[in-house]
């Protein structure tokens, strides 16, 4: 063994002596024992780890960090639901799926052929039966493309938008033109939306969260009924009656918490919510609750209580958020 094999064994060697016995670095011990070079190497190389070590040792651990790592080790694997609106509307497309007319029986019209054909030649079969099940595919993929094009919903040609301005009041919402809308999909365009919130109008002018929902009842928007324990001190920035691109009504709450910075409640009506039963109640909400978002970079909690449903929304850590509960 050579003195460059050597120090790449004792890379690994543990500072506790543990591997002492093991005969892979017995050779490379000896080595450092007799080579001058070799033991002052392995002398530093110790120190380096030990001082790293204590280094390790002296970093406080954040709070909260021991329940996050808890929390997702007990959703490891699991995949939270998205694009529920797409995957619903291709599951329809499948089931409805009609083949031409005539094409299973050109498919086993072409299975006999070739079968009867397997004695003559062999890798014409292969050639035939690709053919067949091209042509089986290319059918179904037709029809799946037909479905949708004549199924997908309207695009907006324009980025999606929240109307800010437009009264959430009976007189302009018809309440047939509402569309439900997926929990992650309204959360999605509320946050998408308060990335850049100096599209969103608030009104002000509003002393406290009483003045807040007196504004929001006069407005025909949802109010909510009771909000986090943690937001009663916090100073109340504004409110905003709002409509989802979808229709549904929807009220902004924004406050302004010590410690956290903004931290927004959106509050809207369960029943124009597509999948309400995945909300827990306020009481159940803890750190497996949350969700944070990579493009936005807020962090997010949905419950529910009652017949209304809320969303907060914040660019605070994740324990801050549950300890407002």
Request: charged share 25%; net charge negative.
């Amino acid at each position: 063994m050579d003195k460059q094999q050597a120090k790449f064994l004792l890379r690994s060697f543990r500072p506790d002596g543990e591997d002492a016995h093991m005969p892979e670095f017995a050779d490379a011990l000896r080595l450092a024992t007799e080579d001058r070079e070799v033991g002052e190497w392995l002398a530093q190389e110790r120190a380096t780890d030990a001082a790293f070590a204590k280094a390790l040792n002296e970093v406080p651990i954040p709070d909260g960090l021991r329940d996050e790592i808890l929390a997702v080790l007990e959703y490891d694997g699991q995949v939270e639901e998205v694009d529920t609106e797409l995957d619903s509307l291709l599951a329809a497309g499948m089931a409805m799926i009609s083949p031409p007319e005539g094409l299973r029986e050109q498919i086993l019209t072409a299975m006999e052929m070739e079968q009867s054909s397997v004695s003559e030649e062999s890798n014409v079969t292969d050639v035939g039966m690709w053919r067949w099940l091209s042509v089986a595919g290319a059918a179904a993929v037709v029809a799946v493309g037909t479905f949708l094009t004549i199924n997908k919903p309207e695009q907006n040609t324009q980025a999606p938008a929240i109307v800010v301005n437009t009264p959430a009041t009976s007189s302009v919402i018809d309440s047939n033109a509402v569309r439900p809308v997926s929990v992650h999909n309204a959360v999605q365009e509320m946050a998408d939306k308060l990335v850049d919130p100096e599209g969103i109008d608030l009104n002000t002018n509003l002393s406290c969260e009483h003045a807040a929902k007196d504004f929001l009842t006069d407005k025909h928007s949802p109010v909510p009924s009771t909000l986090p324990q943690g937001l009663k001190d916090a100073k109340l920035v504004g409110a905003r009656d709002m409509l989802l691109q979808s229709g549904q009504p929807v009220s902004l709450l924004c406050f302004e918490k010590e410690g956290m910075g903004m931290v927004h409640i959106m509050v809207v009506e369960s029943k124009h919510l597509e999948d309400p039963d995945v909300l827990d109640s306020m009481k159940s909400v803890s750190l497996k609750s949350c969700f944070g978002c990579d493009k936005t970079h807020f962090n997010t909690v949905h419950w529910k209580e009652g017949e209304t449903a809320y969303v907060m929304l914040t660019k605070a850590n994740k324990q801050d958020m549950v300890n407002l509960f």
